[in-house]
């Protein structure tokens, strides 16, 4: 059944506000609980050659490609942002690999000189081809998505048997040059804990930093559950419990992930656990969705429509208005846990993880 959200009904989105006697522009994008946001993830399509059963259904229907950002849209308002203190840029998707010339935006948002971090997240299957003109164009930071090192788990949880190109593709851009490369592993209770030993030993045997991720309530399929989170603390103590591990830095980061280092000294593995213990209080994260629309949260169930204005001849000025009203009016934190938790509209693919 395909899964079509009426799109410009998604979310409500916030009314632009007038930009007349509003002062100068804030250097910072500081929300109301003071944290301070300087870390944009960019999604440039929602378009994508897997079908994950934690991210997508598997019939999809997509945006029209007249309301996805151009390039050029997508560099003005990245340097819109940095005006605002944005200086790290991830591009996601979607899978963002199977968007025409890939290489000519990472060049162009390098060629800003705003930015202090590029990255982006992939899939890994078209790296095979694109690892190099990737590395060329500037990019240095990589994460790639593998939830499994078995190939028939591979092809069950993304609905497609194109395991053996996800791990040509991190040797490829093993051999240009990415390093270290960040390998994602989103774990669902029933997939993962099997695998968590072999995850430990490629994170200990070879250069990658494995993260795992918490299952969030962001899938296409409606499968998520509590009891399908299998939970960091879980994931540490299965690992740690075989190879001792200790925080690699102590005290609280603006990332997401919690770092351990193997005591050993051979490597280190990472711990995203959004949904069990939220790292809201030290969020410093906005994101652009494919098709314009500003949101403050993974999880938030309202939106601002950035493209509307930007093709209707707003001012880099008014654009940038409309973010710092929009991170101004950013949440305290989502409400996974809690009883009144309202499920976003929109499925991870169309957000932008
Ligand atoms: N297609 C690219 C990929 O898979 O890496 C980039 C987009 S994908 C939406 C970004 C990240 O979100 C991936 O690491 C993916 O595993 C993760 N993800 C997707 N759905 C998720 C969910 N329901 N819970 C946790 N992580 C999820
Ligand atoms: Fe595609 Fe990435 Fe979602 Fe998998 S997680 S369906 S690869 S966007």
Known sequence: MAVFIPLEAMAPVRPARATVERGPLPERLVDGFGRVHNNLRISITDRCNFRCIYCMPEEMEFFPREFILTYEEI??????????GVDKVRLTGGEPLVRRDLPILVRSLGDLGVLRDLSLTTNGVRLPEMAQELWDAGLRRLNVSLDTLDPQKFAELTRRNLFHRVIAGLEAAARVGFHPIKINVVAIRGYAEDELLDFARLAREQAYQVRFIEFMPLDGDGMWDHARVLTAREILETIGAVYPLERAHPGPTPEPATLYRFRDGRGEIGLIPTVTEPFCTRCNRIRITADGKLRYCLFAIEETDLKTPLRAGASDEEI?????????????GHAINQAGFIKPQRNMSQIGG
């Open 75 to 84: 560099v003005r308002l990245t340097r819109i942002a940095a005006r605002l």
């Open 320 to 332: 940038a208005w409309l973010i710092v009203d929009t991170v101004r009016g950013k949440w305290a």
